[in-house]
């Protein structure tokens, strides 16, 4: 009798177990790639893991944590929290999380917050002048500390809104790259959750309980327009499944030839030839197949990532 009514549980505990487990392989595996794909962590970088308290950094900092562990290269991690004086932050939170996981640390005291509402008026967007002061501040906690990468938590879904952002407020196809270099030439920053989605970094929050600390400075803007266009790729999602894996698959296939931007190609100077280019015209360009926006077709793109090599380890806005 016993055994009959522990057994279910028993099952469904194992179950949890396993999918835990599927998660984390998978997101040690999509981070492996990134880093890979991107050269983004390098025998003896010392890594600036950036933690606001939020599920997608502390992912971040516990996943490259476990690659550390079995990278083929020496790296080495320090974690910087920028403490911008929010009202009501809870100040111990984050070093008692850190002494805990014996993670080097440091916490930056700025008082970023007063500035923003000082400046910003009352119900407008706070987010580019926050975002524009923890910047400059981070470059220069990480030459304080010699830290050679600057690791921020921006995954795969922050890519993308931040694409849509741009075309749709700021006319340009511009997104967030996963590596790129500061504009004073001396910092390289890195999103190794570029591959990630942001339902596992919620789903790894809550099995890993991480102490999430809320945003309160913007947090509570309910109208940005992120979350109009994060609402957007979710509603695609469930509709229409496979359609946001090629949206993203295709921000690494660009066919310049094929765009208007005469910067990135000469038109001026198409001239006839008489040989074959790659990129030339096929009279009727393919229409996109209805076909190809399933998820059969996402999961194709995806598996294309993992059979890169993955021996390394694994813009602010």
């Excluded at 220069?140 to 938590?153: F, P």
């Excluded at 790729?233 to 509709?239: A, G, Q, T, V, Y």
């Excluded at 949206?247 to 001239?271: C, G, N, Y």
């Amino acid at each position: 009798m016993i055994a009959t009514t522990t057994m279910p549980g028993l099952k469904h505990a194992e179950k949890i177990a396993y999918e835990n487990n599927k998660l984390h392989k998978r997101l040690c595996r999509l981070v492996g790639e990134a880093i890979s794909d991107f050269k983004m962590i390098e025998e003896g970088d010392k890594v600036m893991v950036c933690l606001s308290g939020g599920k997608d950094s502390y992912a971040l900092l516990d996943i490259l944590l476990t690659l550390r562990e079995r990278a083929p290269i020496h790296f080495d991690i320090v974690a910087v929290n920028l403490d911008q004086k929010q009202p009501n932050f809870p100040a111990d939170v984050l070093p008692n999380y850190l002494r805990n996981i014996n993670v080097p640390f440091h916490i930056e005291n700025q008082d970023t917050y007063s500035i923003v509402k000082r400046v910003i008026p009352e119900g407008k967007t706070t987010c580019s002048l926050c975002s524009r002061l923890r910047r400059g501040i981070l470059y220069r906690v990480a030459d304080e500390l010699g830290a050679t990468k600057i690791a921020l938590g921006h995954h795969r879904d922050d890519i993308m809104e931040t694409f849509f952002l741009n075309m749709f407020f700021g006319s340009k196809l511009k997104g967030m790259p996963p590596k790129l270099q500061s504009d004073d030439g001396k910092h390289i920053v890195i999103r190794p959750l570029a591959y990630v989605r942001e339902t596992d970094t919620e789903r790894y929050a809550e099995v890993k309980n991480f102490p999430i600390i809320p945003c309160d400075l913007c947090g509570s803007q309910e109208n940005l327009q992120r979350k109009q266009i994060k609402n957007m790729l979710r509603e695609w999602d469930k509709k229409y499944p496979g359609r946001v894996e090629n949206i993203f698959s295709s921000l690494s296939t660009i066919v310049p030839s094929h765009l208007m931007d005469r910067s990135q190609f000469d038109f001026a100077e198409l001239k006839v030839t008489g040989t074959d280019l790659p990129d030339g015209d096929i009279a009727f360009d393919e229409e996109p197949c209805e076909s190809r926006d399933t998820t059969s077709q996402g999961h194709q793109t995806i598996h294309l990532h993992t059979q890169r090599n993955t021996q390394s380890a694994g813009e602010l806005d």
